[in-house]
Every structure is written in C-alpha cells, then in structure tokens.
C-alpha cells in the first residue's frame, strides 16, 4: 500500500525556522517526482515547492523563494522541505504529493499528483 506520512509541523514564531518530512512507503520513490502544498484556513491549496526524481532542480511558489528550501534523500526515501524567516501567513496544513516523474518535468498543479500525505499542521504567531 502507498503511504505518504508527514511530519514535523508544530507552531512557531515568525522569523522560525522548522523542517517538514514526509516519509515514503509503497512505491518507488526515486522514479517519482515530489511536491508540497499547502492550505490556509477559508483558502483553496496552493502549490508551495517541487523537486525532480533526482533533486537536481525544484521550483518553488513565489511567495517562498528565498526562504524555504526542497530536497529528498532518496536513500530514505523522504522529501523535506526547509522553512525559514517563517510570516504568519504561512499558517497552513502542509501535504507533501508525488507523482511519476517520467520526464523530469516540474508540475505546480494539485491534480497533477497522484500521491499525498495525510498533512502535518504550521501555525506562524506573529
């Protein structure tokens, strides 16, 4: 059975720092390309960051560049995503999402992924 398992949310204060993991199982994680959405209270999900099957490039959602970082350790199968100098309207239940990536290619659509974690919750106090 495929599982994505997030982990690592919690609730700082803004200028924090905090690191999002989501664990793999199931599937083969180096063929697939990984992302992480997120969703504020009264919002619609919005795509946040994704990475290649390899790690060698990401994208990232303009509203975080420069402050939160993508990678994955394929040997752990596992995806993180690093948040720094964190707003309050970060405040969101962050979900990582996989789909195959058979052409390297990025994606910032939802449907896009077929995979997803259960989210791990962000709270942002100003």
């Known amino acids: 059975q495929v599982q994505l398992v997030d982990s690592g949310g919690g609730l700082v204060q803004a200028g924090d720092s905090l690191r999002l993991s989501c664990a793999a199982s199931?599937?083969?994680?180096?063929?697939?390309?990984m992302a992480w959405f997120r969703q504020a209270p009264g919002k619609e999900r919005e795509f946040v960051a994704a990475?290649?099957?390899?790690?060698?490039?990401?994208d990232y959602a303009e509203s975080v560049k420069g402050r939160f970082t993508i990678s994955r350790d394929n040997a752990k199968d596992t995806v993180y995503l690093q948040m720094n100098a964190m707003k309050p309207e970060d405040t969101a239940i962050y979900s990582c999402?996989?789909?195959?990536?058979?052409?390297?290619?990025?994606?910032?659509?939802?449907?896009?992924?077929?995979?997803w974690g259960q989210g791990t919750r962000v709270t942002v106090s100003s």
């Open positions: 990475i290649t099957t390899s790690g060698g490039s990401t």
């Open positions: 199931g599937l083969t994680f180096s063929w697939f390309t």
């Open positions: 999402a996989g789909k195959i990536g058979l052409t390297g290619r990025l994606g910032r659509s939802a449907l896009e992924y077929s995979y």
